[in-house]
């Protein structure tokens, strides 16, 4: 079936550990982004890629690295995870100029980190 | 740069009454679109109804409809005959003509109660 997939679904990890979620989308598009949702912040952007090999840092990156070796996958890699990146994390793609539905959302990760 | 507030952390409405959530955005951009996602607990993000800033008429979708106002840069959504699938987290989002990024609000938690 055509759609994005986030994994895991749910994380529990220990500061200082590095840990990757995974993102996979099956439509070829373009654009990836990768969001956290936290509690009055809405979802703000952590990276985002406009095609393979491109990337590029949203509103939130430190402490975070990305990758796009291949158009239908984007991780997203906390390379030490501290408290303050405990949140639920969205993985997203869409294709330039389609405003009909501007972008495709994974069912989301919620990460804890203790 | 775009913000967007959502100055209704919390709301609530009886079911079959219609409720109004307020946003506002800031861009000097001139042509742009904005977006009501939906978001159940199951964590879903969906896309509720969608605005064209170049368009004066205002957008509807069965139950849903906005009231966009350009100048005061103020894109509300109303929801008539609330139902109790309505309970949700929604989120107000600007996007420009071909940037792909979506900016959220802080979103406004909304209760239907029987």
């Known amino acids: 079936d055509a759609g994005i997939t986030q994994s895991p679904r749910y994380k529990i990890t220990e500061t200082g550990r590095q840990v990757t979620l995974m993102c996979h989308q099956t439509w070829s598009h373009s654009y990836m982004f990768w969001y956290r949702q936290d509690l009055g912040h809405g979802l703000r952007l952590i990276y985002y890629s406009a095609a393979a090999d491109i990337t590029d840092k949203g509103e939130v990156p430190d402490g975070y690295v990305v990758s796009r070796s291949k158009t239908e996958n984007f991780p997203l890699t906390l390379e030490s995870a501290t408290r303050s990146q405990t949140s639920v994390y969205f993985c997203?793609?869409?294709?330039?100029?389609?405003?009909?539905?501007?972008?495709?959302f994974g069912d989301g990760t919620r990460l804890s980190i203790l | 740069a775009q913000t967007v507030t959502q100055s209704q952390p919390e709301m609530s409405v009886q079911e079959a009454e219609t409720v109004t959530l307020s946003c506002t955005y800031d861009t000097s951009e001139n042509n742009y679109y904005l977006f009501w996602y939906k978001q159940p607990p199951s964590r879903q993000m969906i896309l509720v109804i969608r605005q064209e800033a170049y368009k004066q008429q205002n957008a509807t979708e069965n139950r849903f409809s906005v009231n966009f106002q350009k100048a005061a840069k103020s894109f509300s959504l109303k929801i008539s005959d609330s139902q109790l699938g309505d309970t949700a987290m929604y989120f107000c989002?600007?996007?420009?003509?071909?940037?792909?990024?979506?900016?959220f609000g802080q979103g406004t938690e909304l209760s239907v109660k029987p």
């Open positions: 989002a600007f996007m420009r003509v071909w940037g792909g990024k979506l900016i």
């Open positions: 997203a793609s869409s294709e330039p100029g389609d405003s009909n539905q501007p972008q495709h």
